[in-house]
């Protein structure tokens, strides 16, 4: 195991995939999450598949884990779902902390799974980091009016969400040892773009072309969630999972730092002291 290449790796999917979530949020309040998701994907498939074709030599091919990889994009499809009925459903403050503390589960699924042992050192960074996670998002006066136990709370949306996705990213091994990063990520992108056209049609909304303004967004989501993706991958074919893994969930550092740059909002002393304890973690993670 290349520890330190796994960690360059899980940062760069850290920034890349935090950009991407806080550039998305233009695209899809004109398009809609789903059609935001399909075009973004169109993109980021088009982008790995000349990456395929480029290494197409070093590739490994297997129709079995190539079905596989098809799966985890499915499932991986699912809480792209229910994430947008949570935010829908409830309110921000309550259901995004849950949501982005899926890393617990990839954690847990890869020590108990894939037999990966922490040191003391590294669980404790990863605790920081979850809670960094959970706490950057989170409104305290919408858990105080928010009924928890009703769906209408978006709790339960944001529950299979936090379940799902720590699952998803705990998959991604099974096809990336085998076919390898870069084919795996193709495999995983072109599934959620497959899905998410299905699901438009079964919805009977139309694709509806984007306005020429709105494709300059959607280029950089796409390219910032290639890169994610291919660096996650490529950590964790280096590196233990659950070590790739809470550097890359730590993305909504990325995220909130964008949003008080670009989109001038602001930030309390609760998400500055999450941001603190993230980046604590993320120190901790690499230098010890």
């Given amino acids: 195991m290349d520890l330190p290449l796994g960690i360059i790796f899980g940062l760069i999917a850290m920034l890349a995939y935090g950009l991407s979530g806080a550039i998305a949020k233009v695209p899809i309040k004109k398009l809609g999450a789903i059609r935001t998701i399909f075009f973004r994907n169109l993109f980021t498939s088009t982008m790995l598949l000349f990456i395929v074709l480029f290494f197409i030599e070093t590739s490994t091919f297997s129709l079995t884990y190539i079905l596989i990889a098809f ?64 706490l950057v998002s989170v ?35 099974i096809p990336v040892d085998v076919l390898g990063p870069i084919l795996s990520s193709f495999m995983i992108e072109f599934g959620s773009l497959f899905f998410s056209a299905i699901h438009l049609k079964v919805l009977k909304k139309g694709f509806g072309v984007p306005q020429v303004k709105y494709w300059i967004y959607i280029f950089f989501v796409a390219l910032t969630g290639a890169i994610g993706t291919l660096a996650y991958n490529f950590g964790i074919q280096v590196a233990d999972v659950s070590i790739v893994a809470a550097l890359t969930f730590a993305n909504p550092l990325v995220a909130a730092v964008y949003a008080r740059l670009v989109y001038k909002e602001k930030l309390g002393s609760l998400q500055y002291s999450a941001m603190g304890l993230i980046l604590l973690g993320i120190i901790l993670i690499s230098y010890f």
């Fill in 139 to 173: 409104d305290f006066s919408d858990l105080k009016n928010s009924n928890l136990f009703n769906v209408s709370s978006g709790v339960p949306y944001a529950l299979v969400t936090c379940f799902l996705w720590g699952l998803v990213y705990f998959l991604f091994k």
């Fill in 71 to 134: 799966v985890i994009s499915f499932i991986g499809y699912i809480p792209f779902f229910t994430f947008f009925k949570a935010v829908k459903a409830g309110k921000i403050g309550v259901v995004m902390p849950i949501a982005n503390s899926s890393v617990v589960f990839t954690v847990l699924f890869s020590i108990l799974f894939y037999g990966e042992s922490l040191s003391g050192i590294q669980l404790l960074s990863i605790i920081l980091i979850i809670g960094g996670i959970m």
